[in-house]
């Protein structure tokens, strides 16, 4: 168990690509091996340099375009309320077109209503002024009528005394 514990690191450390046993076991390659794991470190940590900076400005995109979108978005909203702001205009101008029509033709037809009671009038003040003409005719006539029955009513009584005296 104690070598057990004490391979189980070894074997794990060996099983990275950068170590090698033979560095291990030989003095002689240190001198060597240290700027290779400088360069090496170094070289990751460019490596983790450029990830983090690649992961920035792909954030920063991300945040770019969710600006743009967001205010493409505002824009849309803002061109949707005009829209129906100006829909709702037009409609109320069309209500009041409608109106002033309405209105119009109530106007048109109270004007033909006044004329036709204005033509019904003079109809009814001539008819009766025909009336009275012919009642004034019919009574003229009717007095001369009686006036030649009256006439005629005394010739014949004068030519009943006639008769009589004869």
Same mark, same amino acid.
Request: without cysteine; aromatic residues 4%; negative net charge.
């Given at each position: 168990?104690?070598l057990?514990?004490?391979?189980?690191?070894?074997l794990?450390?060996?099983?990275c690509s950068?170590?090698s046993?033979?560095?291990?076991?030989?003095?002689?390659?240190?001198?060597?091996?240290l700027?290779?794991e400088?360069s090496a470190?170094?070289e990751l940590d460019?490596?983790?340099?450029?990830e983090e900076e690649s992961?920035?400005?792909e954030?920063?995109?991300?945040?770019?375009e969710?600006?743009?979108?967001?205010?493409?978005?505002?824009e849309?909203?803002e061109?949707?309320e005009?829209?129906?702001?100006?829909?709702?205009?037009?409609?109320? +101008?069309?209500e009041?077109?409608?109106?002033?029509?309405?209105?119009l033709?109530?106007?048109?037809?109270?004007?033909e209503d006044?004329?036709?009671?204005e033509l019904d +009038?003079?109809?009814?003040v001539?008819?009766v002024?025909?009336?009275?003409e012919?009642?004034?005719?019919?009574?003229?006539e009717?007095?001369?009528?009686?006036a030649?029955?009256?006439?005629?009513?005394d010739?014949?009584?004068e030519?009943?005394?006639?008769?009589d005296?004869?």
């Open positions: 168990m104690k057990f514990k004490f391979l189980l690191p070894l794990l450390v060996a099983s950068a170590f046993l033979d560095a291990l076991f030989s003095s002689e390659d240190k001198a060597e091996e700027p290779a400088e470190v170094e460019e490596e983790v340099d450029q992961d920035d400005e954030e920063e995109e991300e945040e770019d969710l600006e743009s979108l967001e205010e493409e978005e505002d849309d909203e061109e949707d005009e829209e129906t702001i100006e829909a709702v205009a037009l409609e109320e +101008e069309d009041e077109e409608e109106e002033e029509e309405e209105e033709s109530a106007l048109e037809e109270d004007e006044e004329e036709e009671d +009038e003079e109809e009814e001539e008819s002024a025909l009336e009275s012919d009642e004034l005719e019919e009574e003229e009717d007095e001369e009528l009686s030649l029955e009256e006439d005629e009513e010739e014949e009584e030519d009943e005394e006639e008769f005296l004869e």
